[in-house]
């Protein structure tokens, strides 16, 4: 017994010292084979900065308003650039912000500027963020299309969404106001919250009606006006189509303006907007050339003939 001890001792630190110059694995394979560990975790800035999306194609995600037009410019990149496949989601500008600060994807689509706590979150995940102008946007107000209402100010249209005028009658129209509004995930929302309803005070108590129903898409709010007398709600430009009207808006000289590509290219549509797409500054190279594209000349003809304003 005394003899064997020494020996086994020194197998037990012989065999402990190889175990810790092993190299680390994650978790087992299904196969029961140990493999790398690549699922990217939080931490510091330097440790999340390589939570860039994997090369091989470009992710593009955020506002909806938006996702007409990279849906066009996803399909005709195939033709230009047939071994980079873009895919695109929407969720709204919000979500697409959230997941340009997580990694999981290349291009966030944005239909507002991000916020000073969104940057900052990406900053502090290690992404930093790069504004791109791709368009621009009116956001239409409609009404079904048996309401007479032939105008609306900004001051009237606040009065609406935060339920003080609760029936058409004030305004020479008839019958209950139903409020159609885009969720909070929205850019559109934000936007039209900040400009409209709150005309442009971002410290305005005015907020939305608890009775403002909230949808998920542009084209939702247009299907439920075109269907109930009493609706009204807000879409971008590239989601009018004839089964709604269109409520012209009156401009600070008090002249009637409705929104079309000239109203919002010459910028007198009072409610207009920019459209972003945000990368990261570390972008890949082949996200970087998709955007080049995005602002060439074929592009921009997409950007227009999805019914937005192009930048050029």
């Known amino acids: 017994m005394h003899r064997t001890l020494p020996v086994f001792l020194t197998l037990l630190v012989t065999v402990s010292v190889l175990l810790s110059g092993c190299p680390k694995t994650g978790p087992e394979s299904p196969g029961g084979e ?12 330097s440790e999340n900065a390589g939570a860039v999306p994997a090369a091989g194609g470009i992710q593009l995600k955020g506002s909806d308003t938006l996702l ?62 790069v504004e ?51 969720d909070s995930t929205s850019g559109t929302y934000e936007y039209f919250k900040e400009h409209v309803i709150q005309k442009g005070d971002k410290n305005s108590k005015r907020d939305f009606a608890a009775a403002a129903q909230r949808l998920q898409s542009n084209d939702q709010i247009r299907d439920q006006v075109a269907s109930v007398e009493g609706a009204i709600g807000y879409v971008g430009l590239g989601y009018l189509t004839d089964t709604v009207k269109v409520v012209p808006i009156v401009d600070k000289a008090g002249k009637p303006i409705t929104p079309s590509l000239q109203t ?14 945000y990368t990261r500054s570390d972008a890949r190279q082949e996200v970087k050339d998709f955007l080049t594209w995005v602002l060439g000349a074929e592009g921009q003809k997409i950007v227009e003939a999805k019914g937005f304003v192009p930048v050029k």
């Open 34 to 45: 140990s493999r790398p560990s690549t699922a990217p975790e939080a931490g510091t800035p």
């Open 68 to 129: 007409q037009v990279a849906q066009g410019l996803a399909e005709a990149y195939k033709t230009a650039k047939t071994d980079v496949p873009v895919s695109v989601t929407g969720g709204g500008t919000g979500t697409g912000f959230t997941a340009l600060a997580d990694g999981t994807c290349d291009i966030a689509d944005a239909s507002r500027k991000i916020k000073d706590e969104e940057k900052s979150t990406c900053e502090a995940k290690g992404v930093q963020p």
């Open 132 to 182: 791109n102008l791709v368009g621009h946007d009116g956001i239409a107000v409609i009404v079904n299309k048996a309401n007479p209402i032939q105008k609306l100010t900004i001051d009237q249209l606040s009065d609406l969404f935060i339920g003080q005028t609760t029936d058409w009658q004030a305004l020479g129209g008839k019958g209950e106001v139903v409020l159609l509004s885009r």
């Open 264 to 277: 919002v290219r010459d910028a007198t549509y009072p409610i207009s907007r920019p459209l972003f797409m």
